[in-house]
C-alpha cells in the first residue's frame, strides 16, 4: 500500500500522475457526504476493495475521467460532521459482515478541511454486501456486481488454503556466480524455497514441486526428490523436484506463521556458458485439498552475476 499520511502526499500522486488500478481509487471531496445515498456509495466502494485485492481509496483528488490520471488535489471534505469515527461507524453498520483490516486516515488540506484516506485489506472473513444487498468487486477501476462463482470463490477463502511459494537466492534476488579454476561447472548455490499460507484455514497435506530447466545441475539431493520430466515449449525441458510436507508428523501450514519446517533448498550449478546473457526459466506448482497455483519464474545470468524474477517480470510475462 501507498503511504499517504499527508497533503504532500496526495499531490505527489498528481505530480506523477500516477492512474487509477484495481487497488486505487480516486474521489473528490465532496463524494464524501451525508447525502441520501452518499454513505451507501461509500460502503459500495470499500467492500469492493475487500472483496477483490484490497487497496486504497482516496478522498481528495480529482480525477481526469477520460485518462483514469489524478488532476488536482482539492480542498477537503466541507462537513465538519464526517469524521474518521462517522466513517467507521457508517462501514460497521451498513456493510455485512464487518469488515476487518480496515484504517482510516484524517489528511490536512492546510484549508480548514480534511481529505481521508481509507486503506483496505483484502478480505479473509466475505464475501462483504453493501447496503443494497449486493456484493461489489474491483473491475476496470470501477466497483461492479459479482457473479455467483465469483461470490463463491471468496467463501472458499475461509475454508480452503491459499498457498504460495517463493523462490530466493542466498542473498534475495541476486548473487555471483563462482567457477573453480578449469572447472565448466559453478560451485552449488541453493535457491531457497518457502511455502506460505494467506489464509485462515491451515494446509495439512501439501505438495510443492519445482520445475527446473534441464540445462541446470542438481548435483544432490535435500528436502526435494525428482519426480520426472516435463516440457513446456518445444525444446524447452524441465525436471521436476517433488516435495511432500505431512501433518502429522509435520506441523501444518498456518497463515502469517512461517516455520523453519516449510522452507526448502535446492542446489544448482551453472555451466560455464550460461555466464553471459543468458535467460534460465523455473516453474513453481504448489497442491493441497481444495487449492491448485501454477507460476513460472526466471533467472537472468549476465557476467556472472545471477538475478532472480518472479512471476510479475517482464522476463517471464514475454517468456
Known sequence: MIGLMTKADLQRLVDEGLEESLTLDYKASPSLARDSGKPEELCKDVSALANSAGGQLVYGIEEDKTSGKPSKVDDGVADP????????QILNSKVQP??????IDRID?????????????????GPHQAPDGKYY????????PMHDYEIRDIMRRTTTPNLEVTLSLPQGKKCQLEYPPHQELSKPILLGVKISNKSPAPAYH???????DDILVVPFSTQFTQAGFAEDLPGRKFRIYRWTLSSPPGLPIFEKANHESHFGQIPMQFHSSLLHS?????ETDVRAPGVSK?????????????TLHDPNSH?????
Open 278 to 282: 543468458s535467460i534460465i526459466y523455473l
Open 294 to 306: 501454477h507460476e513460472k519464474w526466471a533467472f537472468h545470468s549476465d557476467g556472472g552475476i545471477l
Open 206 to 212: 501439501t505438495i510443492v514441486e519445482v520445475f527446473v
Open 98 to 103: 464487518r469488515m476487518d483490516g480496515v484504517r
Open 109 to 125: 488540506m492546510e484549508t480548514g478541511k480534511f481529505g481521508y484516506v481509507i486503506t483496505v485489506q483484502q478480505s479473509q472473513t
Open 81 to 88: 460532521k464526517i469524521t474518521k469515527e462517522w466513517i467507521e
Open 137 to 144: 468487486k474491483r473491475f476496470n477501476f470501477q466497483s461492479v
Open 315 to 319: 522476463f517471464v510475462r514475454t517468456a
